[in-house]
């Protein structure tokens, strides 16, 4: 990793986390913070979390977004403040690298295409969080064996992209490569839907005890708080996340009512292997779900890639691994001209090797693949 | 309490950590075990949940429900199994006390009133679960600080009560005394509804990951995790459940739907206030929840009810005391004459003891409060 200081935009819970956790894996690492709320600049700083912190006027003003390529931003911030984090970047001139948080990153990704001119982005997200909010509640193992998405594009600078991959490895989190649009259709069901169906249960056990006269949620056992936990999350970021992923939350929605309605009719039909089969099914996928992400063995492989050293490249490589199920636990680009490079790939002991080579073969690639031995990577 | 021997039928998740906190809360208590499984004996033998088991053939033919007006039975089986043995303690003249674990309680409350004239029965339904099943996740802890509700009737024997309940108690759980039909509709939403709904979001994210040909549950975080835990449970089960509630349960489900939908209508026209207004309510109801029950504080109040020495009172005092959310720490009934009693009441200093009071003289009784001092009790 090229990167020298990391300045984190936005001291809540994930951004305070990102601090914390840099802080953890490199401690001498230089670590500024950037919040327009004095208090939070303040707790980070005693927490030790970051080096130096600043309202963004202050920031701007002391050059902060004036330094060298080898300078990473971490917009840490709702994605509506993201997007106005990145056309300022443009505007003074930034030109280290940027990426986001953001829960959502079709909008994200458009407006650094836009302003980022001077600054290399790559988008980001974390798959961890927490019902608790602010950076009282950030921790540096927030992100241990958590996934963490990224979304490069056909414009995705390879370095940046490795930069950012190293950076985020170093949190303790496991990379996915993923395009931005699916990346939104994707969370939708698996994240913004369950958090409206969590705030649905709430809102209709609510509903019935007020029509009951009875404190009905005092019956409310572990399922039920284990279900709901997540409803109780920020109505302000959430407000945000719905209204940024707005047509596939909606999509997916839709999808669970169908889904519900279809099985409401089999329980009102007292259909007995219908309500089996469906239940059956469920228990079935959730079983398989695994608990958090463990290492299948500790055997590394090597991949090797011939590419043109263009901006894109990186994308395409590092989402067909993860479409395959390998996880890329490091990666570094030998520069060999002006216009050639090989991304060298380690990929862990996980997902469809075969699959993988088949693909970028497909793609015109020629890719080599190779068992690495103990102790080697 | 006057029961001096328990015998668990369905040595499963439930019954096999009745016995377990039996034995863990009175060790020298006599405790048996049936079930038709060998194996679950055997292992609930093994591991001293019980003294005895026997298979149901092999009980029966013991004379194990032929023994005095003090034996406690508790039915820990599935729903229509529990109807079953109902009608068969029934015909083999059992005449001491019957309760169950059943999460419906309608069904099983009718089939005792139908087959109860030798034994006295109180239902019961333990808020207490795992996604494990089977007695090999049975423990002595399932039940603390967990609810434990009973279902009284007007044909509720006033001791059974109170040993039933100082059964429940002793297990480590607090009792909620409710009406057996307000208990169903009550469960559908804050357990049924919620399975059903885990389950759902499972099949909605595993069926848009075969759409999209790619490995989205990869990308599931923390959240959706915790939200579907539950799904994972016994299809069996479950399948029982939902068509023993079937009618509470499809009335629930068609409110969720309507809640989503309307929802839905909210973030497709991109009305924030509409969206953050039901987030934050949803929030608010939520973070309400106790994590778990702990007593408001050591003190401690008595409640004297003189009352007809007749079956259906008890009933009707503790759901008065349920319903104003004080939870009774003990009963004792003091049996003046032929026909007339005491039920002491010692309360935990909850709920709303004023209104209970009201509800109490509004319905002809004279009930008397007092604070107890601290020992006292």
């Known amino acids: ?77 709702p994605v509506h403040a993201a997007e106005a984090w990145l056309e300022r970047l443009g505007a003074v001139g930034f030109s280290g690298i940027v ?27 974390p798959m961890a969080g927490s019902e608790r909010s602010g950076v009282q509640a950030a921790t540096p193992g927030l992100f241990d064996g958590a996934y963490y998405i990224l979304t490069p594009t056909d414009a995705t600078d390879m370095d940046a992209y490795r930069d950012v991959h190293a950076f985020v490895t170093s949190l303790g989190a496991r990379v996915i490569s ?16 369950p958090h409206v169906a969590a705030a649905a249960l709430v809102d209709l056990a609510s509903a019935r005890a007020r029509d009951a006269g009875a404190d009905l949620l005092r019956l409310a056992a572990g399922g039920f708080k284990d279900m709901t936990r997540i ?28 889904v519900l309605a279809e099985f409401r009719t089999a329980v009102a039909a007292r259909d007995e ?42 994308g395409v490589v590092t989402t067909a691994a993860s479409r395959a199920g390998c996880n890329i636990e490091d990666i570094e680009i030998d520069h060999q ?11 862990t002991d996980e997902g469809d090797a075969a699959a993988l080579m088949r693909d970028l073969q497909g793609r015109g690639f020629s890719p080599e693949i190779r068992q690495l031995e103990s102790g080697e990577s």
């Open 337 to 347: 001209s002006e216009d050639r490079a090989v991304l060298r790939l380690v990929l």
């Open 99 to 125: 990426t986001d948080v953001g829960s959502t990153k079709r909008a994200v990704v458009a407006a650094a295409a836009l302003h980022g001119g001077g600054y290399r982005f790559v988008g980001g997200h």
């Open 231 to 258: 409803a109780s999350g920020s109505p302000e970021l959430w407000t945000g996340i719905c209204l940024d992923n707005a047509p596939a939350l909606a999509a997916g929605l839709e999808g669970l009512e169908k």
């Open 178 to 193: 993923v395009d931005a649009a699916a990346h939104d259709d994707a969370v939708a069901v698996v994240s913004h839907v």
């Open 1 to 77: 990793m090229s990167v020298v200081r990391v300045t984190v935009i936005g001291l809540g819970l994930i951004g305070g986390s990102v601090a914390a956790a840099t802080k953890r894996a490199m401690p001498g690492f230089p670590v500024r913070g950037v919040d327009s709320d004095g208090a939070s600049v303040h707790y980070a700083r005693e927490h030790g979390f970051i080096d130096e912190g600043a309202t963004p006027e202050r920031a701007e003003a002391d050059g902060w977004f004036a330094g060298s390529p080898d300078d990473l931003v971490v917009l840490a911030t």
């Open 273 to 314: 292997q219908a309500v089996h089969a469906w239940l059956a099914a469920a228990a079935d996928v959730r079983r398989a779900l695994p608990a958090q992400w463990v290492p299948a063995s500790t055997r590394l492989r090597e991949l090797l890639v011939p590419v043109n050293d263009r901006p894109g490249v990186v």
